[in-house]
Nanobody, 124 residues
Framework: QVQLVESGGGLVQVGNSLRLSCIASGGAVDNYRMAWFRQAPGKEREFVAAIEWAITLTYYEDSVKGRFTISRNNAKNSVTLQMNSLKPEDTALYYC?????????????????WGQGTQVTVSS
């Protein structure tokens, strides 16, 4: 099982940027389909962005398209989420996930490897 550790969260004002990182150990990130999900208080975990294994095909939730960018750095065995033009509704605990299952990457149950999460808070 790959182990995942997220970092980079924090408190920012509306319109600012954050860069989240997910460092993997026990497995190479290019052997996994990687994704970011988020969970706000009282809500279910929801899909944010994903990247396919070994290629750079990416997917985004509609509300973050054009603002967020997911990328993979194989040399650092990591995945990052660059978040620009942040909004208060982006406030959540952000999780990195890894899977080797086929199918829809927007489904939480497809992922069996998760980090502990990193908190992002956007103030207005």
């Amino acid at each position: 099982q790959v182990q995942l550790v997220e970092s980079g969260g924090g408190l920012v004002q509306v319109g600012n940027s954050l860069r989240l990182s997910c460092i993997a150990s026990g497995g190479a990130v290019d052997n996994y389909r990687m994704a970011w999900f988020r969970q706000a208080p009282g809500k279910e975990r929801e899909f944010v962005a994903a990247i396919e294994w070994a290629i750079t095909l990416t997917y985004y939730e509609d509300s973050v398209k054009g603002r967020f960018t997911i990328s993979r750095n194989n040399a650092k065995n990591s995945v990052t989420l660059q978040m620009n033009s942040l909004k208060p509704e982006d406030t959540a605990l952000y999780y990195c996930g890894a899977t080797r299952q086929y199918g829809d990457l927007k489904i939480v149950s497809k992922f069996n490897n998760w980090g502990q999460g990193t908190q992002v808070t956007v103030s207005s």
